[in-house]
């Protein structure tokens, strides 16, 4: 089959199909700290921080971060930095710094998480998943959420033959399957479904509370759906970072210089050929569709070199020295606890060679 969905199909077990689901939902769902109440900015926080990533990560970083910024407003009045290092863990950044930069804008008008898709739409880093699924779930309006889990779903009960993307005939099936009594419920149990039985490999047909529905688990061709999506070619990456403290054990990081992070703190970028054969330790590190290999250098500096290497700023690179309890309030990059770690288990080991 191709795109196209059966209209008869879909109106001969929709009602069925939705009985089932939520039956299950409620007999199964799992008890989430974002679950306890219906409040949008709570709900928002969390959807915000599960895109791309997994709900163990979440739980810990969702409570972490409400008890730091518990209402909006709290979190509207935050420099970045505060908010970056209560997200830390959780990568993907910038999903933070438009969080933040909403909740400004909202509170600056005295508004509160719209319930109007457009107006949620508008509002910085919010998609159409993230506005379909806060206003479902905080408001009951009737949108669908379609993320990766619930396009697995659709294409399985569907034989949708298209890849793994948030395409028209996924988000037609989905409004059109959409329980409108209970849009909030439906959505979270088609996600839950795809996040627990549904799953891209090894599905639990077995335990499927609406296999009796699934064309594809009737077909025998569970595993063929949603077809792959072409892979690209990741891109390769090397660079040189040295990490540079002072007698005190004080570090200088800088933010601009690394173009895969502009916003990060990190180590100095480093484009001296030579101090490439100096010791060092190589770390591997990979964003999306690149892969890092970077050599991080450690090197003591005295005082006085040390604050001339801080003020080498520029308007495009910034750069601080950082105590050690300064690190705890910045937003730190795996990357920059990598090469922190790094860093430390060369200095143990030169230490030992002593």
Known sequence: MGGRTNQRDIGDDASALRRALLRWYDRNRRHLPWRT?????????????????????????????LRAF???????????????????????????????????????????????????????????????????????EPHAAVDGNVVRVLSRLRRLQLPDS????????????????????????????????????NPQCRA??????????????????????PRRAREKVEATMIIVRNPQGDLVLERGSFPYLPRMWLPLLYDDAAIRHDAGVEISHAITHRTFRVRIISRRAADAEFRAIVRRSTPTVERRAFTGSDLQKIGRSSLLRKALDASERAEDEGAKDC
Do not use: K
């Open 37 to 65: 109440d219906r409040d949008p900015y709570r709900i928002w926080v969390a959807e915000v921080m599960l895109q791309q990533t997994r709900i163990a990560v979440v739980g810990p970083a969702y409570e972490r971060f």
């Open 70 to 140: 518990p209402t909006m407003e709290v979190l509207a009045t935050a420099d970045e930095d505060a908010v970056l290092s209560q997200w830390s863990g959780l990568g993907y950044y910038s999903r933070a710094r438009s969080l933040h930069r909403a909740a400004r804008q909202l509170v600056a008008t005295g508004m509160s998480f719209p319930r109007d898709y457009a107006a949620a739409r508008a509002l910085p880093g919010v998609g159409a998943y993230t506005a379909a699924a806060v206003l479902s779930i905080a408001y009951d």
């Open 166 to 201: 948030r395409s028209e005939p996924h988000t037609t099936l989905a409004m059109e399957l959409l329980d409108r009594r209970r849009p909030g419920d439906w959505n979270q149990a088609v996600m839950e479904l795809g996040e627990t039985v549904c799953t891209p490999v």
């Open 208 to 229: 499927c509370p609406v296999a009796a529905h699934c064309h594809a688990h009737r077909a025998g061709c569970v595993d063929r759906h949603p077809p792959p999506r």
